[in-house]
């Protein structure tokens, strides 16, 4: 059973008001998101190994291994991709009140959370994510990671939001202004409703 693409939560031009216009959202979901798809499902074809293996068990088993690389990154991308989507909404922004109470509690305040997002993507040099997990002493964390890596591959705890900072993401709509993009990304798109349903799964 190969991997799918699966389909954008919201239309491409959903979030066009909240600063991520339709071409950033068909290129970025349409092209590169589907190249990793595409990829991935190369890499499954021609190694027994990774067949009937499901996404989380190839970004595992694939994670910290030289001659694996290709398939981590494409795997990885993959999966990051699945959450991003669901991390964005057209009405985004808004924090709800279980999710607020354990952003005080951990990380000292909500512009305390913010920034500590924000200047996670902003320093990751080069491509990459920055996330809000939940770590397993059960504190909420904000983690970056270069390219195609991710909390589920580094064991760094259960990722309630991730933020694509690969210029892909935010060029046509920022040009180069990644903390603008990132700025924007927290108060206007960021979807707190999907993490907040995430930390109550977890
Ligand atoms: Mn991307």
Redesign the pocket.
């Known amino acids: 059973m190969a991997f799918e693409l699966p389909s954008l939560p919201y239309s491409k031009t959903a979030l066009a008001a909240n600063g991520m216009c339709e071409e950033t959202l068909d290129l970025?979901h349409g092209r590169?998101?589907q190249a990793y798809v595409t990829a991935l499902n190369g890499f499954v074809e021609k190694d027994s190994n990774l067949q009937g293996k499901s996404l989380e068990d190839i970004v595992k088993l694939s994670y910290n291994k030289p001659d694996m690389a290709s398939v981590f990154n494409n795997a990885g991308?993959h999966w990051?991709?699945i959450l991003?989507w669901q991390c964005m909404s057209p009405t985004g922004g808004g924090i709800p009140g279980a999710l607020e109470k354990k952003i005080n509690e951990d990380l000292g305040g909500v512009a305390q959370f913010k920034d500590a997002f924000k200047n996670a993507g902003a320093t990751q040099f080069g491509s990459g994510w920055c996330w809000l997990v939940l770590g397993s002493d059960g504190k909420l964390k904000v983690t970056k990671t270069p390219n195609g890596s991710n909390p589920l591959a580094t064991g760094e705890g259960k990722a309630l939001l991730g933020c694509?900072v690969?210029e892909?993401?935010y060029y046509l709509d920022f040009r180069n202004r990644r903390p603008d993009y990132l700025q924007n990304w927290v108060d206007k798109i960021a979807n707190y409703e999907f993490a907040a349903a995430q930390l109550q799964k977890a």
């Open positions: 970025h590169h998101h991308q990051n991709h991003f694509d690969w892909h993401s």
